[in-house]
């Protein structure tokens, strides 16, 4: 049985304005909890990609790791957490709302050659066989369904919290796509996996339209979602499936302030964290 985790965080993007200061915290903090207090995935079999190492060549080159040779009964992880955005979609007939959900990786420039967005995920992700357990982890702004607007950088701190959010400033987002090239990457054969629940389970920091937290909490930066996910994982992994923990994670975001509903979705949501 293999066990292997891909955790990617980035606080340093190359303009100022979208610095977070959590995220690397949130890889730190779950592969001390995977790692060391669970002793379940190796540390050799663990891989960190944070700031410029998080490309979107990096992220995808090191994808391709964590699913490579995967068979039933092996355990993968991939937790991510930075900036997070919606971009028009090229296949308007598999979103309503005529957008796609998006990562953006250290070298994202608001264009589809640097973000990696759900259809992109969906294509690597079928690679991945029936019985394996997969668990995706998205702590970024509109993380549902992966399986902003232009907020004023002063309007970015919560004064109460201390707190960001992880949306992405400084490009327009929703300008039209019209490279040709970049329409061809993907089809909609290819895609079609996109329809079908996800082979595995996605936990994500909120809905597709809401924003997520990167939040000073115990004299510390990281994101409100991971932090109360690991604190929930800690106390129940063992004797509550994903979906109620995700459950926990949402009643413990509104008790302390924070506007966002964590989600959970695919075909193993039912089942418990570590196998």
């Not at 979208?18 to 915290?25: A, Q, S």
């Not at 990096?58 to 068979?71: D, M, P, R, S």
């Not at 327009?172 to 061809?184: F, I, P, S, T, V």
């Not at 089809?187 to 909120?206: D, E, H, K, Q, V």
Request: proline content about 4%; hydrophobic content about 35%; glycine content about 6%.
């Amino acid at each position: 049985m293999k066990k292997k985790a891909l955790l990617v965080g980035i606080n340093k993007y190359p303009d100022p304005r979208n610095e977070l200061r959590g995220c690397v915290n949130d890889i730190l903090d779950m592969e001390q909890f995977i790692a060391e207090t669970n002793k379940i995935y190796p540390k050799e079999n663990i891989k960190k990609l944070t700031d410029k190492q998080a490309t979107k060549k990096g992220i995808i080159t090191n994808l391709k790791w964590l699913i490579e040779g995967a068979e039933a009964g092996d355990q993968l992880l991939f937790h991510y957490s930075g900036h997070g955005a919606q971009a028009p979609t090229l296949f308007a007939s598999l979103e309503k709302d005529g957008l796609d959900e998006i990562i953006c990786p250290y070298d994202f420039d608001g264009t589809n050659n640097t973000s990696l967005s759900d259809k992109e995920f969906a294509q690597l992700f079928t690679a991945i066989p029936k019985g394996v357990h997969f668990v995706w982890i998205s702590d970024s702004c509109h993380a549902e369904d992966l399986s902003r607007d232009p907020f004023k950088v002063e309007e970015m701190d919560d004064a109460k919290y201390n707190t960001r959010y992880r949306f992405f400033l400084g490009t327009d987002m929703l300008k039209e796509r019209e490279n040709e090239e970049e329409k061809a990457d993907i089809s909609i054969g290819s895609i079609a996996p996109i329809i079908s629940p996800l082979n595995g389970a996605l936990l994500s920091a909120c809905q597709s339209h809401e924003l997520s937290a990167d939040a000073y909490i115990n004299n510390r930066f990281s994101g409100a979602f991971t932090h109360y996910l690991i604190e929930n994982l800690n106390k129940y992994s063992g004797s509550k499936n994903m979906r109620s923990i995700i459950e926990l994670v949402n009643k413990d975001l509104a008790k302390n302030g924070y506007d966002q509903n964590p989600q959970s979705e695919g075909l193993l949501e039912n089942k418990f964290f570590f196998l």
